[in-house]
């Protein structure tokens, strides 16, 4: 039903900037960006796999790993069919695979960062921070 397809991804210096992208392709009839949970996760080598931002599906609330608060942002284009991730003053840290991700989940937004939420899961595009 789902389709993510990310891009941006690249090679940058800590406290530079990078903007991700993620073409989404939805195959159910009048649904728009809106009727998905939909954000990013990462995974770092040798680490598990995070929540990085999320938008939830019931009521459109956004949220963040407290890692990322203040220098990451989330928005999403519904006429586009595009969610971004605008990543400022990035630290070696945030070095990962970043997935774009999407679900019908609608229950509660204490599990919204939860990776089992999510059954549709993009190819993954590859942050690198580093002098």
């Known amino acids: 039903q789902v389709q993510l397809v990310e891009s941006g991804g690249g090679l940058v210096q800590p406290g530079g900037s990078l903007r991700l992208s993620c073409a989404v392709s939805v195959a159910v009839s009048g649904f728009t960006l809106d009727n998905y949970a939909i954000g990013w996760f990462r995974q770092a080598p040798g680490k598990e796999r995070e929540g990085v931002s999320c938008?939830?599906?019931?009521?459109?609330?956004?949220y963040y790993a407290d890692s990322v608060k203040g220098r990451f942002t989330i928005s999403k284009d519904n006429a586009k069919n595009t969610v971004y991730l605008q990543m400022n003053s990035l630290k070696p840290e945030d070095t990962a695979v970043y997935y774009c991700?999407?679900?019908?989940?609608?229950?509660?937004?204490?599990?919204?960062?939860?990776?089992?939420?999510?059954?549709?899961w993009g190819q993954g595009t590859q942050v690198t921070v580093s002098s």
């Open positions: 938008i939830s599906r019931s009521d459109g609330s956004i």
């Open positions: 991700v999407a679900s019908y989940y609608s229950g509660t937004d204490d599990l919204i960062m939860v990776p089992e939420v999510y059954g549709y």
